[in-house]
C-alpha cells in the first residue's frame, strides 16, 4: 500500500515491465468476429501488484493470456505487447518464435491458472513436476530443487513431503500452493495469476492471498492477479484495473477506485458487492447484462447499462481522461458521475424495502431436526473387505428448527457438511441417525428406499441447486420444465391453463417478454434467467420450504443481489421459509438481515454457532465465527490495510474421516486449551430476548473448568506449516 | 375446462387482500424488454389474462383442444427432425439408400417374378442379357430375382433384431443404474450371465432346437440379438449412474414427479444419440451375422438369400471363376450398400438429439433465428475464453 502511494505521483517510465499497445484478441465466429479484448492499452509497472477485475466474459482471461501471447487457437492476437526486461531490449512478445516464447513463458512471465486440480499430472510426484520444469529450461536441478523447497516452505508446506507426494494426496488449497511455487521457480519477474483462488474455501483464499504478499516481497515480483472478486484483491492490490465488455473501464490506485470510483460501472459494482459492513440500503443489483463479444455497443460499451448515459456515450468511444494522479477512466462523464451517481440510481431503483424483523423463533416449527446423523461410506465389514474403513460422518449431530416464514443461512468452509445436512432438511438425503419432523410428523414414518412416502411432505419441500446450468435438463424447453410440477400438481388445469400460468409467473420474476421465452432451451438463456427458471420451478408446487444451494454463487457479483431480492421478495409474497446455504459470509448477512432470519455456522458437520445476522457478524462468540469473519474481505478503504494476523494456527482442516477428539476446531483455534482436545462442547444460549444466539464453546460459559486449563496453543505458536496430505493433517498441530 | 372465472377470481381478491404488492418487478433489473405492466390486469392476444398480482392463479379463457395437442406432438416428434436431417446430406443419402431397400423389399418383390431353377441359361454374366439383368446362377436362377425376392425377410431380421436389442439392453441399462440396491444386483447379474454366454454356440443350439420357427425372420433377428443387448445394458447403465446425480433428477424427486417420466424423459434423452447409434450398429451386425451363419450352413434355410446366395456361390468356386463373379458380387454389394446406408443414417441421427440444432430448427415463428444464434455462439465464446 504505502509504497504504491509514493511510487504512484511521478513514475520513471523505464519501471514499466508490461505494456500493451492496442491489444485485442479475436475469435472467428459462424456469425462474425468476435472481440474478446478490445484494443487494450496498459502498463504493468515492476514491483507493483495490479489486480485486474471483471465479471465473467469480460476478457480477463483473455488479458493474462494476451500477455503471454497464449491465446488458444484459433484466436488471434493484434496490436503490440511489449515486456521490458531488467536489463538490455525490450522484447515484443508477440512477435517471438515458438522456441524463444517457451523460454520467455517461464523464465521471465510465468502464469497460475485457476483449477490447479488439472495443472498436476496425476501419476507423477510433485517433484518430478519440478525437474521437469527445470530440465526444459536447462537449469540446475539441484539448484532449482533448492528453491523450490525454500519456495514450498514459505508457503507453509513441509518442503520434503510435498515433493515426495503424488497430487491427489494432496488438499485443493495445497495444489495451489505447489502450484504457486512451481511458477515460481524459474525465477520470473512477473506472475499472473488466473483466479487462482476461485475454487478454493473463503478461509484458504484469505491465507493464500495474505501469503502472496509475502512471498512477492521477497522475491522481488511483480504480480497480476486477475479476479471476478473485488474485496479479494481490494487489499492487497495497489492498483486496481476494472474491466467490463473486453475494455479497461478504470485504473487507477486502489484506494482512489475504492473511495472515489470515477466510472459508473465501478461504483455500480461496488454497490452491487455484498459485504460486511456497508448498509444494506447501499446495495443494489446492476441493470442489464454484459454485452455480447460479436456486438460490442457504439460508442462507450456501458452505456446500456449506466444512468448518465448519453448521446455522446452512444456513439464516441470514450478514451482515457486523467482522473487524478496515475488515475484514468474511461468516461466521458467521470466528473459528474462522482457527484450524480448516486442520485441517478436513487431514481432507477427503489430498494426501500423494511426487512419483516418478526420474531420467527417462536410456535411450531416447521421442519425440526434432532441429532440428526448422516455417515457416508462403508465400514470395514470382516473378510474379503481388506481395504480400511473409510466412513466420513458429513453430518453429526445437529438439531435444528426451522419455523414458518423463516430464513436461515448454513455458512462453512466446503466439505462442513452444510449441503448434506440441508438435503436432509428436505428429505433428499436419509439420515444415518436422529429424526426430521415436518409440523410434528416424523419425514421418513413409512418410507421405503430413499423417497418419502407422505406426498404433502415431498411437495413441502423443495429445492433449488447451486448450478443453473445443470439444474435444467438441457434436452427440454422452459415449458415443459416448467409444466411439469404444475402436471403433477394441478391435475385439473388443460394445456391452456398451464401456459398461461407459466406465462404469468415468468412475468412476475421479471423474465419478458414471457412469450419469447416459453418455448427456449435451457442454452438460450443466461446464468441468471436459468437460476430464475429454477426458483419459479420450485415454487409452482407451493412449498413450505426451499433449500437454495449456493444458488446466487454461481452467477455474475452484478446479478448476485437481485437473485437475493427476487428470492426475498418471493418468501414474502408466497409464504415460504428458506434453507440457504452459502460459503460466502457476506451473502449470508445479506439474506439473514434483510428477512430478519437466523446465520448457523457449520464446521466439520456440527453447527458451532446460531444467531442473527447483526449477532454473527457484528459480535461472534465461537473463535470460528471469527475466523470466517476474518477470511471475508472487506471493501471499506479503511479497514484495508490493517489485516490482522490470521486467527487460525493451521490453514488446512483436518481430514473429515478421523474428527479431531473434543472440540473438532480446536486443533486450529487460537484460543484452545487442554480441555477442548477431551471434553465436546455443548450449545450454550447467549441470546437475550429477542435474538438467540448460540455458541459451542466453552469460552461462552462464566464458570468452567477451560478457563484453569493450560492453553495448548503455545509450544505450536508457530506451526502454520502443513505437514503432509490430507490423510493426518487432523494432527497437524501436533506432529511439528 | 373452460375459464374458471371464479376460481381464479376469489382467490385473487383474497390475496390483493393480504397485501402482496407486484413491486417485485421494481426490484428486478430489467433484462431487455419493457416492463410495462404494473397494476392492471393485461389482457393477452389469445385470450387468456395475466394478473400480475397472482400469477399461481392464472388461468386461460380458451380450451385445448386435441388439435393442439396433436399439433404440438407433430412439431416435436416429426417436423423438427425432418428439418434437421434436411440439411444432412448423411441423412439423405442414408435415406435414400434405406428407402430403395424398402423399396424393394416391398415394390420391388412384385414386379420381379420369383425364378426356379433352369429359369434361364447357366452363368449368364451380368447385363448380358436384359431378360437377366444381373446373369444367372450355374443352375440358371436369376441372381436379380433371388437378391430382391430375400429382401423382405432380411429387413424384417434387422428390424426385429435391432429393436430387441436396445429395448431390453435401454430397459435393463436405465432401471437399474436408476434404481440401484437390490433392484440393480438383480438386473446386472442378468446381464453379466448374458454377456459371457457364448454368442455362436448358443444360437447354434438354439437354432436347433427351434427349428419349427427359425425361418420366420421375426424370430431370427432376436435369437441373434440375444446375446448382443447385454453390452449395450452394462454401457447405459454406467451412463445412468452419473446422470441420476444431476441436479435436474434430484429436482424431479423433489417434485415427486414419477419415476416412469423421470427415467423416460429426464434421463433418456441425454442417452438416445447413444441408444440410436448402437440400434443401427446392432442392425448392421444382425445382417452380418445372419449372413455369415448361413454361409456357414448353420442356419437352416428353405428359400434363397445373400448369405445362401454367397453359400452357393462360393461352393461353385465363383472366387476363382471369373464367369460366376456376378453371383458373388451381388449379394455382396446388396449388404455393403444396407451397412453404408445404416451407418450414415446414424451419424445424421445424433444431430436430431441435440437441443442446441433443434433448437435452431424449431418452427416458433420469424425472430426466433438471431436468439439461437446469439446464445449458441456465447457459449462457444465462453468455452474458448475458459470461462
Known amino acids: 500500500m504505502t509504497i504504491s502511494e509514493s511510487a504512484a505521483t511521478d513514475r520513471p517510465s523505464d519501471d514499466v515491465i508490461v505494456e500493451l499497445r492496442d491489444t485485442s484478441v479475436e475469435f472467428g465466429m459462424e456469425r462474425g468476429q468476435s472481440r474478446v479484448l478490445n484494443e487494450v492499452t496498459t502498463e504493468v509497472y515492476r514491483d507493483e501488484i495490479l489486480g485486474v477485475i471483471g465479471e465473467s466474459g469480460s476478457g480477463k482471461s483473455m488479458f493474462a493470456s494476451a500477455m503471454l501471447d497464449a491465446v488458444p487457437e484459433p484466436g488471434v492476437t493484434t496490436g503490440e505487447v511489449i515486456y521490458h526486461p531488467e536489463e538490455g531490449e525490450p522484447i515484443s512478445v508477440t512477435d517471438l518464435s515458438k522456441d524463444e516464447l517457451r523460454q520467455f513463458r517461464w523464465e521471465e512471465v510465468s502464469m497460475v491458472f485457476q483449477g490447479a486440480m488439472s495443472s498436476f499430472n496425476p501419476v507423477l510426484p510433485i517433484k518430478t513436476h519440478f525437474v521437469e520444469t527445470l530440465s526444459a529450461h536447462d537449469y540446475d536441478i539441484g539448484r532449482g530443487l533448492a528453491r523450490a523447497q525454500e519456495l514450498l516452505s514459505d508457503l507453509y508446506l513441509d518442503p520434503e513431503r510435498m515433493l515426495n507426494s503424488y497430487p491427489h494426496e494432496l488438499s485443493g488449497g495445497m495444489k495451489q500452493r505447489v502450484l504457486i511455487a512451481l511458477s515460481l521457480v524459474l525465477e520470473p519477474d512477473l506472475l499472473v495469476m488466473d483466479e487462482p483462488t476461485a475454487a478454493l474455501d473463503l478461509l484458504m483464499q484469505r491465507s493464500i492471498v495474505s501469503l502472496l504478499e509475502e512471498i512477492k516481497e521477497k522475491h522481488d515480483l511483480t504480480i497480476v492477479f486477475i479476479t471476478h472478486d473485488l474485496p479479494l484483491v481490494a487489499d492487497l492490490a495497489d492498483r486496481l484495473a476494472v474491466l467490463y465488455a473486453f475494455e479497461f473501464a478504470e485504473i487507477g490506485p486502489s484506494n482512489r477506485i475504492l473511495e472515489e470510483p470515477a466510472h459508473p460501472y465501478t461504483r455500480a459494482l461496488l454497490n452491487a458487492t455484498p459485504n460486511l459492513s456497508a448498509p444494506l440500503e447501499e446495495m443494489r443489483p446492476i441493470a442489464g447484462e454484459s454485452p455480447d463479444p460479436v456486438n460490442i455497443p457504439e460508442g462507450c460499451s456501458y452505456h446500456p447499462r449506466c444512468p448518465l448515459a448519453d448521446e455522446e456515450c452512444e456513439t464516441i468511444d470514450p478514451g482515457p481522461y486523467d482522473a487524478g494522479p496515475d488515475h484514468d477512466v474511461h468516461c466521458h462523464h467521470w466528473e459528474q458521475s462522482i457527484e450524480d451517481l448516486d442520485i441517478a440510481f436513487e431514481e432507477t431503483s427503489d430498494t426501500g424495502k423494511t426487512p419483516s424483523a418478526v420474531d420467527k423463533a417462536s410456535g411450531d416449527p416447521l421442519v425440526s431436526l434432532s441429532d440428526v446423523e448422516v455417515t457416508f461410506g462403508s465400514a470395514n465389514e470382516g473378510w474379503l473387505d481388506f481395504g480400511e474403513s473409510q466412513t466420513v460422518t458429513a453430518v453429526d449431530g445437529v438439531s435444528l428448527d426451522i419455523y414458518d416464514n423463516d430464513v436461515v443461512v448454513l455458512v462453512g468452509e466446503s466439505g462442513c457438511g452444510k449441503t448434506t445436512l440441508a438435503k436432509t432438511a428436505v428429505g433428499l438425503q436419509t439420515p444415518t441417525a436422529g429424526t426430521i419432523e415436518y409440523r410434528g410428523r416424523d419425514i421418513w414414518e413409512g418410507a421405503s428406499g430413499s423417497t418419502l412416502a407422505d406426498k404433502e411432505i415431498r411437495r413441502a419441500l423443495q429445492i433449488v441447486h447451486q448450478d443453473p446450468g445443470s439444474a435444467l435438463n438441457s434436452h427440454h424447453r422452459v415449458r415443459t420444465i416448467l409444466e411439469q410440477p404444475l402436471k403433477r400438481w394441478h391435475p385439473d388445469l388443460d394445456g391452456n391453463d398451464r401456459r398461461e400460468r407459466i406465462l404469468g409467473m415468468l412475468e412476475y420474476v421479471g423474465i419478458s417478454p414471457p412469450e419469447d421465452y416459453i418455448d427456449r432451451y435451457p442454452h438460450q438463456l443466461s446464468g441468471g434467467e436459468q437460476q430464475r427458471i429454477a426458483l419459479i420451478r420450485s415454487m409452482l408446487v407451493n412449498p413450505d420450504l426451499i433449500l437454495a444451494d449456493e444458488a446466487v454463487s454461481a452467477l455474475d457479483v452484478s446479478l448476485r443481489v437481485g437473485m437475493m431480492d427476487l428470492m426475498i421478495e418471493l418468501q414474502d409474497v408466497f409464504d415460504t421459509s428458506f434453507l440457504f446455504i452459502s460459503h460466502d459470509l457476506s451473502n449470508a448477512r445479506y439474506i439473514a438481515e434483510k428477512t430478519g432470519g437466523r446465520i448457523g455456522v457449520m464446521y466439520l458437520g456440527e453447527l458451532v454457532e446460531v444467531g442473527s445476522a447483526k449477532r454473527i457478524i457484528e459480535d461472534p462468540q465461537h473463535p470460528y465465527t471469527k475466523a470466517l469473519r476474518w477470511a471475508t474481505p472487506e471493501l471499506d478503504a479503511e479497514q484495508i490495510g490493517d489485516s490482522e494476523e490470521s486467527p487460525m494456527r493451521s490453514i488446512d482442516i483436518p481430514d473429515p474421516t478421523d474428527p479431531p477428539s473434543g472440540c473438532r476446531y480446536h486443533t486450529r483455534c487460537p484460543e484452545a486449551r487442554e480441555v477442548c482436545a477431551t471434553q465436546t462442547p455443548g450449545f450454550v444460549d447467549l441470546g437475550d430476548e429477542t435474538h438467540a444466539q448460540k455458541s459451542a464453546c466453552f469460552r461462552a460459559y462464566d464458570d468452567h473448568e477451560y478457563w484453569q486449563s493450560a492453553s495448548i496453543t503455545d509450544e505450536h505458536a508457530d506451526s502454520g506449516v502443513d505437514t503432509g496430505g490430507d490423510t493426518d493433517s487432523g494432527v497437524t498441530s501436533e506432529s511439528d | ?387
Open chain 2, 1 to 387: 375446462m373452460t375459464r374458471s372465472e371464479d376460481d381464479s377470481t376469489t382467490t385473487n381478491d383474497g390475496d390483493e387482500a393480504s397485501g402482496s404488492p407486484g413491486s417485485v418487478d421494481e426490484l428486478i433489473p430489467n433484462t431487455g424488454g419493457s416492463n410495462d405492466d404494473g397494476s392492471t390486469a393485461a389482457v393477452r392476444s389469445d385470450g387468456g389474462t395475466v394478473d400480475t398480482d397472482s400469477p399461481f392463479e392464472t388461468t386461460s379463457t380458451v380450451t385445448e383442444t386435441r388439435g393442439d395437442r396433436v399439433d404440438r406432438f407433430l412439431e416435436e416428434y416429426l417436423r423438427t427432425p425432418w428439418s434437421i436431417l434436411r440439411d444432412d446430406w448423411r441423412a439423405l443419402a442414408g435415406f435414400a439408400i434405406l428407402s430403395f431397400y424398402v423399396l424393394v423389399g416391398t415394390v420391388g418383390v412384385y414386379l420381379v417374378e420369383p425364378t426356379y431353377p433352369a429359369h434361364g441359361p447357366k452363368l449368364l454374366g451380368a447385363f448380358a442379357d436384359w431378360q437377366f439383368p444381373l446373369g444367372t446362377t450355374s443352375s440358371g436362377r436369376d441372381v436379380l430375382a433371388m437378391a430382391v425376392h430375400s429382401t423382405p425377410s432380411i429387413l424384417v431380421m434387422m428390424t426385429s433384431g435391432a429393436l430387441f436389442t436396445i429395448i431390453v439392453g435401454t430397459a435393463f441399462g436405465v432401471v437399474s443404474g436408476y434404481k440401484g440396491g437390490l433392484v440393480d444386483t438383480a438386473l446386472s447379474t442378468i446381464t453379466d450371465v448374458f454377456i459371457n454366454i457364448p454368442g455362436l454356440p448358443l444360437v447354434i443350439v438354439l437354432a436347433t432346437l427351434l427349428e419349427d420357427w427359425i425361418n420366420n425372420p421375426v424370430t431370427l433377428g432376436v435369437l441373434l440379438a440375444v446375446a448382443a443387448w447385454a453390452g449395450l445394458a452394462r454401457a447405459i447403465r454406467s451412463q445412468v449412474l452419473t446422470i441420476r446425480n444431476e441436479s435436474f433428477v434430484e429436482s424431479a424427486r423433489a417434485m415427486d414427479l414419477s419415476t416412469r417420466w423421470i427415467l423416460s424423459k429426464e434421463v433418456l434423452p441425454h442417452l438416445m444419440p447413444y441408444v440410436v447409434v448402437n440400434m443401427v450398429n446392432a442392425a448392421r451386425s444382425i445382417i452380418f451375422a445372419a449372413v455369415a451363419l448361413y454361409f456357414l450352413g448353420v442356419l437352416p434355410f428353405s428359400d434363397a438369400n445373400w448369405g445362401v446366395m454367397l453359400n452357393n456361390a462360393y461352393n461353385s468356386g465363383a472366387l476363382y471363376r471369373p464367369a460366376a463373379y456376378h453371383w458373388l458380387l451381388v449379394p455382396m454389394i446388396a449388404i455393403s450398400g444396407i451397412a453404408v446406408g445404416l451407418i450414415l443414417l446414424a451419424q445424421s441421427l445424433d444431430r436430431v438429439f441435440n437441443p442446441r440444432i433443434r433448437a435452431r430448427h424449431q418452427d416458433l415463428g420469424g425472430d426466433d433465428e438471431p436468439i439461437d444464434a446469439d446464445a449458441d455462439a456465447d457459449d462457444s465464446t465462453k468455452e474458448m475464453m475458459n470461462v
